[in-house]
T-cell receptor
């Protein structure tokens, strides 16, 4: 069975602190895709990053960075120097590959990040 | 390029009624998926459409149905509404390129309240 676990329900930090959001996934498929989405209070899910199972290169984009480790089935997300505007619920999601048969996303339960000024 | 649009944004219905939600994908996107978000169950996949065909369906009762039109716009329908159907319904669209390396982009959602 496929599953995504985000053990952190809520995180509260003070502005300018670094924060890491954890994501652990389960799948027996060898081809899969991992995603992070951000959901601000407005409700819309905003795409942040996609990682393919065959690409373990980690990435940094501005204040965001991602650490993908197949050995531990983890896909963690770090915000450096957090800002109040980063306050949102962050979702990690898994999609199985293998010929592009489906776009179905399996979501974790989300982590509510509150950045205090 | 305009994003995914969903109408209406808010809806209030009573138990037993039916409701239709609409989703217009990003121009050029041919795949549309629907998700239900509730505090108790989180984000759950409802169904997925490509070229007017349902390709995948989540574990929801038959009261939940959908369709896709030739212009890729999609509608979902919920009949005989129950209190538990109160949720944020999110629509997502994607290009569905070959190889499965596709990203779904979400709309703002329709918040349905069933009284």
């Amino acid at each position: 069975a496929q599953k995504v676990t985000q053990a952190q329900t809520e995180i509260s930090v003070v502005e300018k602190e670094d924060v890491t959001l954890d994501c652990v996934y389960e799948t027996r498929d060898t081809t899969y895709y991992l995603f992070w989405y951000k959901q601000p209070p407005s409700g819309e899910l905003v795409f942040l990053i996609r990682r393919n199972s065959f690409d373990e290169q980690n990435e940094i984009s501005g204040r965001y960075s991602w650490n993908f480790q197949k050995s531990t089935s983890s896909f963690n997300f770090t915000i450096t120097a957090s800002q109040v505007v980063d306050s949102a619920v962050y979702f990690c999601a898994l999609r199985l590959g293998g010929g592009g048969a489906t776009n179905k996303l399996i979501f974790g339960t989300g982590t509510l990040l509150a950045v205090q000024p | 390029k305009a994003g995914v649009t969903q109408t209406p944004r808010y809806l209030i219905k009573t138990r037993g009624q039916q409701v239709t939600l609409s989703c217009s994908p990003i121009s050029g996107h041919r795949s549309v998926s629907w998700y239900q978000q509730t505090p108790g169950q989180g984000l759950q996949f409802l169904f997925e459409y490509f070229s007017e065909t349902q390709r995948n369906k989540g574990n929801f009762p038959g009261r939940f149905s959908g369709r896709q039109f030739s212009n890729s716009r999609s509608e979902m329908n919920v009949s005989t509404l129950e209190l538990g159907d109160s949720a944020l319904y999110l629509c997502a669209s994607s290009l569905l390129t070959s190889g499965g390396q596709d990203t779904q982009y979400f709309g703002p959602g329709t918040r349905l309240t069933v009284l």
